[in-house]
């Protein structure tokens, strides 16, 4: 799987859009991205996924650029329970009964 | 809705017990995967089953084991507990390799050991 870089911390207004970034320069033209979250004291929750097409969920949006380096996930409208690790992840497709593998992540945190 | 449960939320054990963790889902997935979760460490895995009866050794599985009688549950068991074992136990479940991706997740045991 290609390793994913992604900034420690991040703060959003309630009710703004979260912009949160992530690098995956070395990802393979197979290789999906892939959002999770860990809201405190709770399992990791999985958000969406993508290829190479934008893709939006209940959750969120998943911008992808062309040459498939970097992605955004977007939560259109952030609230307090927002606040969260997100981690983003690059892995092959078919791989689902393969370990996730999560890096430090970014912790957003969503003030009022 | 997708669920999966595991069978404490907080537990307490003594140095030298045996502990035994659970964890069931209800989405008939094939998969089954333990991790522990510590400050600074991240998510590593201690084990994962792909199947009933199997079981695949991931990055830590050094004092633990691990049982899947069953394709619905899946349980870590730490022979002779030991402090250097306190942290957040999660289970997390996934479909098998030609579907979905997705890993489900617990609400994590958090154990301590005295």
């Known amino acids: 799987d290609a390793k994913t870089t992604q900034p420690t911390s991040m703060d959003c207004a309630e009710g703004r859009a979260a912009n949160l970034p992530c690098n995956h320069s070395t990802i393979s033209g197979n290789e999906y991205v892939y959002w999770y979250r860990q809201i405190h004291s709770q399992g990791p929750q999985y958000i969406i996924h993508g290829l190479k097409n934008n893709e939006t969920n209940e959750m969120a949006s998943l911008i992808i650029t062309e040459d498939r380096k970097s992605s955004t996930l977007i939560l259109p409208h952030a609230t307090l329970r927002d606040t969260a690790v997100y981690y983003c992840?690059?892995?092959?497709?078919?791989?689902?009964?393969?370990?996730?593998?999560f890096g430090k992540g970014t912790r957003l945190s969503v003030i009022a | 809705d997708v669920k999966v449960t595991q069978s404490s939320r907080y537990l307490v054990k003594r140095t030298g017990e045996k502990v035994f963790l659970e964890c069931v889902q209800d989405m008939d997935h094939e998969n089954m995967f333990w991790y522990r979760q510590d400050p600074g460490l991240g998510l590593r895995l201690i084990y994962f089953?792909?199947?009933?009866?199997?079981?695949e050794k991931g990055d830590i599985p050094e004092g633990y084991s691990v049982s899947r009688e069953k394709k619905e549950r899946f349980s870590l068991i730490l022979e002779s507990a030991s402090t250097n074992q306190t942290s957040m136990y999660l289970c997390?479940?996934?479909?098998?390799?030609?579907?979905?991706?997705?890993?489900?997740f617990g609400p994590g045991t958090r154990l301590t050991v005295t």
């Open positions: 089953s792909y199947d009933v009866k199997m079981k």
């Open positions: 997390a479940s996934s479909f098998g390799a030609r579907s979905s991706y997705e890993q489900y």
């Open positions: 992840i690059v892995r092959l497709p078919y791989s689902g009964n393969t370990p996730l593998v």
